[in-house]
């Protein structure tokens, strides 16, 4: 039986998972976590601090930091819910939609570069088993959560 913890370590080091910074644009050093951050903003509807959080995956209180440091960067805005004052919605300022879009063309560079090194067979086989993988991790009890021990 192949090692899969080993393939998934040697992947996510390759990724470059674990580097403190993931990307720089725009003269911004951006950690991974804040990448993440960056692109559920860009890509949900006007969401609030607890659906980015969930969607994430993170809790509250180590996300609110996050936020604060890209609030800070004049990358994220952070306004209140018009129908309920208690609830905050998160936007991307004029840098960070320019900072998300940066990001994001890198990765597709990045990722295009890879799929160059296969065929169109085994990049569709490689989309198609990330695919499962992840649904399959999304029926898993013990998904998201944080390992027993």
């Known amino acids: ?37 960056l692109y559920e903003i860009d890509h949900q509807h006007h969401p609030s601090i607890q659906q980015v959080a969930e969607a994430l995956g993170t809790d509250i209180t180590t996300f609110s930091r996050q936020v604060q440091s890209l609030i800070k960067l004049n990358l994220v805005k952070k306004t209140p819910d018009p129908d309920d ?7 991307l300022t004029t840098e960070g939609k320019y900072v998300a879009g940066a990001i994001e063309q890198q990765m597709n560079d990045y990722l295009g570069e890879v799929f160059s090194h296969m065929n169109e067979f085994e990049q569709e086989t490689v989309i198609r088993s990330i695919k499962l993988l992840n649904e399959a991790m999304a029926k898993s009890s013990l998904c998201c959560t944080t390992p027993p021990g």
Do not use: P, W
Request: charged share 20%.
């Open 1 to 37: 039986m192949e090692n899969v913890r080993e393939l998934f370590q040697i992947m996510t080091r390759r990724f470059g998972f674990l580097n403190k910074n993931c990307c720089s644009a725009g003269g911004f050093d951006i950690s991974l976590v804040q990448s993440h951050i």
């Open 85 to 91: 004052r208690r609830v905050y919605i998160l936007s």
